[in-house]
């Protein structure tokens, strides 16, 4: 089980999909990361890509987000979530796209995100080689695409981002939690 960790639904339970790829993000490290991006939620559009349980865009919406989209390919993880967000009563504010993030339809018709999470599974980063490098693509894609003054969100195993991978990306900063890393860049206004 899940906890919403504040906001409207602060306290309530989630669950879990039953999918060996999905790891949410722990609640230590999820307070300290929407603690440090309170100032951006209110009335924000959230992309959730590689939603997993979708506790990221679920969490954002408790603390004030209009809308999410969340991206996930996996069928029990989207059912799940969508499920989860019935049971929070959100579910007119949140968009499910059940596809492969790396075939993300039509992105142009839909609002650039205030805020982006990039959770993709830690193999897509530890096994290395062309996986690593489009996966990191995509990321840099997204996360230059949101709007001036937003941020992007990387969820990664710990410190394993190279500096040459982060260049592209001037004041990201990270912060480690146990055996992960979130690294977050805001967009210049």
């Known amino acids: 089980m899940l906890r919403i960790t504040a906001g409207e639904h602060r306290g309530r339970r ?3 999909p039953e999918v060996a790829a999905t790891r949410p993000l722990v609640e230590r490290a999820r307070e300290g990361l929407f603690n440090h991006l309170r100032e951006l939620l209110p009335g924000a559009t959230v992309w959730d890509v590689y939603a997993g349980s979708g506790i990221l865009a679920l969490e954002a919406l408790s603390r004030g987000a209009a809308h999410a989209v969340a991206v996930e390919k996996h ?3 989207a059912a799940q979530l969508k499920a989860n967000a019935e049971a929070l009563g959100c579910q007119d504010r949140l968009q499910v796209l059940r596809v492969d993030a790396h075939r993300l339809p039509g992105l ?3 609002d650039a ?3 982006m999470f990039f959770d993709p599974p830690y193999d897509d980063f530890r096994k290395g080689g062309e996986r690593r490098v489009r996966t990191w693509a995509l990321f840099l894609e997204l996360a230059t695409g949101i709007r001036p003054g937003g941020a992007a969100v990387v969820h990664t195993p710990r410190g394993i981002l190279s500096a ?3 260049e592209p990306l001037p004041g ?3 912060r480690d939690y146990g055996s992960t890393s979130l690294y977050w860049w805001h967009k210049p206004a």
Do not use: F, G, N, Q
């Open 108 to 110: 142009e018709a839909l």
């Open 172 to 174: 990201i900063e990270r």
């Open 164 to 166: 040459a991978e982060l």
């Open 113 to 115: 995100p205030d805020l």
């Open 75 to 77: 069928p029990r993880a």
């Open 14 to 16: 989630l669950k879990v």
